[in-house]
């Protein structure tokens, strides 16, 4: 089944402890996407990946970093969480950057305290 | 930087009632693309629009795009149950990077039966 997995699910953490929230496609895709959702602000998008080893920032890229290694994953690093991070966060990932549709996972909901 | 407006925030409507989003951007878009997420979900695509005043149908969902690829609409004909959710638009800036995709706030859409 073509999907985008996301772990964990739910995650609650202190703040300053160092996580990762990882994210894999199975569909052989070029992009990927981490965006964040907040009430009443939408969906804001972090950073991006167009490929292996090419990530850039989106919108709200403050307070994370990202790495593409390899073309199926793309995890989510939070070095140092702080409680304006708590958010619902989606992995999201497309066939080729650009106007194509883009397959979200399940979402990560995570608290920092 | 790029922004993308959509109104209403909030619709509620009785179930056979007629329902319109409206999305605006403040830049030219190469594209627009239109997500629905349904409560506790992940957003999933619905369909895009890439030329200028083109429009689409799914079933009930009407879909429009500016003839000057600035703003667009998503209309749903006599709303059902299972319409409810939050919709979604989400534009490339014309010109700009392929992966950077600003989505509007989203209007969450409720159905009274």
């Known amino acids: 089944e073509a999907q985008v997995t996301q772990n964990p699910r739910y995650l609650i953490t202190v703040t300053g402890k160092k996580l990762t929230v990882t994210c894999s496609q199975n569909?052989?895709?070029?992009?990927m996407s981490w965006y964040r959702q907040d009430p009443g602000l939408g969906l804001r998008q972090i950073y991006y990946?167009?490929?292996?080893?090419?990530?850039d920032k989106g919108d709200v890229p403050e307070g994370y970093k990202v790495s593409r290694k390899e073309k199926r994953n793309f995890p989510l690093i939070l070095e140092s969480p702080s409680p304006n991070q708590t958010s619902l966060y989606f992995c999201?990932?497309?066939?080729?950057?650009?106007?194509?549709?883009?397959?979200f996972g399940p979402g990560t909901r995570l608290t920092v305290t | 930087g790029q922004q993308v407006m959509q109104i209403p925030q909030y619709q509620h409507v009785q179930e056979g009632e007629d329902f319109t989003t409206y999305c605006n951007s403040s830049?030219?878009?190469?594209?627009i693309q239109w997500y629905k997420q349904r409560p506790g979900g992940h957003p999933v695509f619905l369909i895009q629009l890439v030329k200028s005043g083109e429009v689409k149908k799914q079933k009930r969902l009407t879909f429009q795009f500016g003839e000057a690829k600035k703003n667009s609409s998503l209309h749903i004909t006599a709303t059902q149950t299972t319409d409810v959710g939050t919709y979604f638009c989400a534009g490339l800036n014309y010109g700009g990077s392929q992966g950077n995709l600003i989505f509007g706030k989203g209007t969450k859409l409720s159905v009274k039966p």
């Open positions: 830049t030219t878009l190469s594209n």
């Open positions: 990946s167009m490929n292996v080893e090419v990530t």
């Open positions: 999201a990932s497309s066939f080729l950057p650009g106007p194509y549709e883009q397959y």
């Open positions: 569909m052989n895709h070029e992009y």
